[in-house]
């Protein structure tokens, strides 16, 4: 039975109407090309016509360079506000992709996937170990064997040097001043968000909580919901990770043999 989360668990509805005039600097296309490159480097190049899931699609700003790409597009997440958005835009700029409001800790999917992708640190937000394993066993059992998981996440470095303790640039549409404070015991950062919007004058706080995991966290939780093998990159580059990632991606194989 599909579990329910409460509104105050959805960590992005009070962001969601904003949420892109935030993002206005993150080049998702160029992401969409990175990610390209790295499943063709796996020896599976994206295509048009390919069937592709984008988990925690926020906005589904990635999923619509896809779908303009021609893919066939899913998106789902957890927030029903940021589906919302999703929807309108892909509504508005013409594009077919569909967006399914759902927990990567509990989603049924049909084997029907060639790729799967999950970016921005979106696996972050699932504070849970047993629920980052489950929602790659859910990952799994929606993807066709030999297709092609591609996350990114930060490190814990990233978290420990609290990454998230920051301003917006002066002049930007959303105006925001966070603090965060990393508990290196239960390796959770807790981010206070205080946002401001000129235009509207509209003022709110949110508190967001993003969860470290380790390499050998999530390799075994791959390895358990039956992906492999499994190759970490540098985030943006074509190099291994160092000490020194803040952000680092993996592209894992779903196993032929489903032993998951
Ligand atoms: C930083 S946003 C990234 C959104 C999108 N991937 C992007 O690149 O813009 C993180 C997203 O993860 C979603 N999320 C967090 N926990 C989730 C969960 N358990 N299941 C599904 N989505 C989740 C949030 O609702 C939010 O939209």
């Keep these: 039975m599909r579990r329910v989360r409460s509104a105050d668990q959805d960590q992005f509805a009070r962001i969601a109407p904003h949420y ?5 600097n993150v080049p998702y296309g160029l ?3 990175y990610i390209g490159q790295l499943a063709h480097l796996a020896g599976r190049p994206v295509r048009p016509g390919s069937k592709l899931l984008d988990l925690a699609t926020g906005t589904g700003s990635l999923a619509l360079q896809f779908a303009e790409r ?3 597009v899913t998106g789902i997440d957890l927030s029903a506000p940021m589906i919302a958005e999703a929807k309108r835009k892909a509504a508005d700029q013409g594009l077919n992709a569909v967006f399914l409001c759902r927990d990567l800790a509990d989603f049924h999917l049909p084997p029907e996937f060639d790729y799967a992708i999950c970016v921005y640190d979106s696996l ?5 170990g047993r629920d980052t394993e489950r929602a790659f066993a859910n990952t799994r059992r929606a993807l066709k064997s030999g297709a092609l998981l591609v996350f990114d996440v930060n490190t814990v470095r990233a978290l420990e040097a609290e990454l998230f303790t920051q301003d917006s640039r ?3 549409a959303v105006r925001y001043r966070w603090k ?3 508990d290196p015991e239960t390796r959770i950062s807790k981010i206070r968000m205080d946002f401001r919007i000129p235009d509207t004058g509209e003022r ?3 508190t967001h909580h993003q969860r470290a995991y380790t390499d050998a966290e999530l390799r075994s939780y791959l390895r358990h919901a039956g992906f492999r093998p499994v190759t970490a990159y540098e985030a943006y580059r074509f190099v291994p990770p160092s000490p020194e990632s803040d952000r680092v991606f993996y592209v894992a194989v779903a196993t032929h043999t489903s032993k998951h």
């Design 31 to 33: 992401w969409a090309n």
């Design 70 to 72: 021609g893919c066939d």
């Design 170 to 172: 002066p002049g930007a």
């Design 204 to 206: 709110f706080a949110v």
């Design 124 to 128: 972050n937000y699932v504070l849970d």
């Design 20 to 24: 892109d005039a935030l993002m206005a």
């Design 180 to 182: 965060s404070t990393y």
